[in-house]
């Protein structure tokens, strides 16, 4: 970690009578605090030096005592603020100490330097809100257009077909007349075995739940004794699918829409 | 002379601004506000003394000839977009939508048996033509009214136009592909499963919601 | 030679109208909308062929020390009034909501850290950030999600919006009041407590985020 920022490693045992009765009034007022890096921000500002040379070490001696002093007059701190004590407490006994060898974790002065960065950063930060606050606001100090004027929407479709599907309709239509005359000839009715044909046919693609009316044959669609007709040859056929566990039925009340699909798994 | 001298000095203070400033404040107070203003509103807001009569005049010649002008509604003043520029405020966008199947193939039938009378689309269908599937082809221009026909009730038939020739690139009807050559191009053999295409063309079928679908 | 004149005529056929015409357009545009209007949508709307950016900067410039002038926001432009006229309009000015410290606090690290994270806000803030005043940014308006950071859990970021912009008057996030300086202190810099250097691999994704957050 780049070291750029310089702190005390001294520790000073002439600590502030000032900062000692600041910490006391902070006490007082704990509760106007927005947690422990807040309150660290404020007391560094007793050090009255430019953020990049505190004393870390000061700041910790500054922070212990705050809480001892709370302690004393028996306010109650929040979690957040011991457990940034318990640390400052364990950043100082690595800042005095010389550096164990055998140690692995993060040296005093990386902890310390980065404390120092996070006070940097919260300070730059309500620094930066605060000339963003500053600044011209619309609606208070530049207005935009008062009376706008409507765009209309004019929207034009247009409809594309080809020749190609002008054909397929019209051999879909033909194709209707040719393989299904027997529907017609042998009139409004529909057996449950053409039902099954249909059927079978279909429920491959019936990923989705769709009505049982959907799968009725066209011609057999309008005219409501051929629809009828269907209909309870469908649904007996459909029966016959479920049975096989090739389809799965479903109602979902008296009277709703019979809903089928394909089996799923 | 020196007494004349504070006493403008002291004027200035209470002085209108230049004439071009209170353009300017015009300018802003009557792009900001949401109504046209009155002179006397717009007394009202700049500093005293300015002269706003004469302030407007000078606006409403710099924007002569823009994009916006001054122009007075009633007794108040507001900008409005040049009237030659009225068709930038109109957003239009073109959307190319599919025929639904109902419409295709009423088309196709017009095409292929005209002159031919709803009925008879009816019956080649096998299913009802709504009205509105028959409205939209002759919006498009691809059909047209022909003769009435001469059987009893004397219906009107359909007919394909110069502009559905034109649409489809054939010269005339009898350009369509008969049904031999349609089976032989494997147009009558390749049948979907029937509903199963499409949910949507399926539905169209039953024509009910024909309406709504080209909302 | 006959060739070529005719060619020619044909071309002017489809010219873009001359440039003095297509700075009226806009501003007739930009006069009819509270919104700004990104180039896209103004290219949209004006004839084939016209050069906006280039008649965008004409315009600006005509506005220049006037009642209004032409912003840009984003890649968007908007005709706003000049800020020293604000005293003008006591009537039209909307009384904002106060924002608490937090809520500040949260939208100033968002704006200047974009794209960060919930956690990232907490670790700068030194406390936990309420759903309360993320909420209130969003429902402001000014700030939104931005893409997932690429880190263990792909948590959700926040970016500042076009109408923070707006609203604050920056034409981008680089005009925000003292950034540059930021960024060189390495005040900006995501650097992780010692010890933890290993966890965050998204340490050289902070910087190149920062030009592309308004896709």
Partial sequence: MPDD?????????????????VAEALVVDVDGFEGPLDLLLTLSRTQKVDLRKISILNLAEQYLAFVEEAKRLRIELAADYLVMAAWLAFLKSRLLLPPDPTDEGPSGEELAAHLAFQLERLEAMRRSAARLMARDQLGRDFFARGQTEDVTRRKTVKYSATILDLMQAY?????????????????????MEQALERLKGLIGYAMEWADLSTY????????????????????A????????????IRQDDAFAPIMLRKKLG | MAENRENDSIDSLFDAPPMAEQERMLEAILFATAEPQTVKALEDRLPHGADVKEALTHLQK????????????????AFRTAPDLGFLMQKESVETRKLSRAAIETLAIIAYHQPVTRAEIEEIRGVSVSRGTLDLLLELGWIKLGRR???????????????????????SPKDLPGIKELRSAGLLDNRP????????????????DQEDMFD
């Fill in chain 1, 5 to 21: 920022h310089s702190y005390d490693l001294q520790f000073e045992e002439s600590h502030d009578v000032s900062a000692r009765l």
């Fill in chain 1, 171 to 191: 051999a879909r239509v033909k194709t209707r007349d040719d393989f299904e005359p027997l529907h017609m000839k042998r009139r409004a009715v529909y057996t």
């Fill in chain 1, 216 to 235: 009725l044959p066209e011609a057999w669609r309008l005219d409501p004794k051929k629809r009828r007709s269907a209909t309870a040859a469908t649904f």
């Fill in chain 1, 237 to 248: 056929a459909s029966l016959e699918m479920v049975k096989e566990g090739k389809a799965e």
């Fill in chain 2, 62 to 77: 710099r924007y002569e000839g823009r994009g916006v002008s001054l122009v007075k509604v009633g007794d108040a003043w």
């Fill in chain 2, 149 to 171: 026909k001469m059987t009893p009730g004397r219906p009107v038939t359909f007919i394909v136009t110069q502009d559905f020739l034109d649409h489809f690139g054939l010269e």
């Fill in chain 2, 193 to 208: 499963p029937p509903g199963m295409m499409n949910k949507d063309e399926d539905l169209d079928d039953e024509d009910s």
